[in-house]
Nanobody, 120 residues
C-alpha cells in the first residue's frame, strides 16, 4: 500500500488543522492505520492509531482529548483532526499502515511526512 499525507501548514496556537492520508490499492480496509510525528531533534513518536474498520482508536497521552483519528474505507483515506494545537505539536506528521499493529512503531508502510507548524 502506498500512502500520501497532506494537510499540514502553519497555524496559531489554539487553532485547528485536519490531516489526510490517502492510500492506494483496494485493500485499505485490511490495514490498521496510524499517525506519527517527529519534532526537530526528537525521535519519531506514536500519535494515534485506528483499527481496520475504525471501531477502535488509540491516542498518545499528549494528544488525548485534542486530536481525533478517523478513517473512511470507501475513500481509502484516514484523517487526523487536530484541535487546540500547541507549539509543542509542531512536527512532521507521518501516516502509516500495518496489517497487525495499531499501537507502537512497528508499522510496515509509511507515507511521506507533512509539516505542521504551530506558532505561539
Amino acid at each position: 500500500v502506498q500512502l500520501q499525507a497532506s494537510g499540514g501548514g502553519l497555524v496559531q496556537a489554539g487553532g485547528s488543522l485536519r490531516l489526510s492520508c490517502a492510500a492506494s490499492g483496494r485493500t485499505f480496509s485490511s490495514y490498521h492505520m496510524g499517525w506519527f510525528r517527529q519534532a526537530p531533534g526528537k525521535e519519531r513518536e506514536f500519535v494515534a492509531g485506528i483499527s481496520r474498520r475504525g471501531g477502535s482508536t488509540y491516542y498518545a497521552d499528549s494528544v488525548k482529548g485534542r486530536f481525533t483519528i478517523s478513517r473512511d474505507n470507501a475513500k481509502n483515506t484516514m484523517y487526523l483532526q487536530m484541535n487546540s494545537l500547541k507549539a509543542e505539536d509542531t512536527a512532521v506528521y507521518y501516516c502509516a499502515a500495518d496489517p497487525n499493529t495499531i499501537v507502537g512503531a512497528k508499522y510496515d508502510y509509511w507515507g511521506q511526512g507533512t509539516l505542521v507548524t504551530v506558532s505561539s
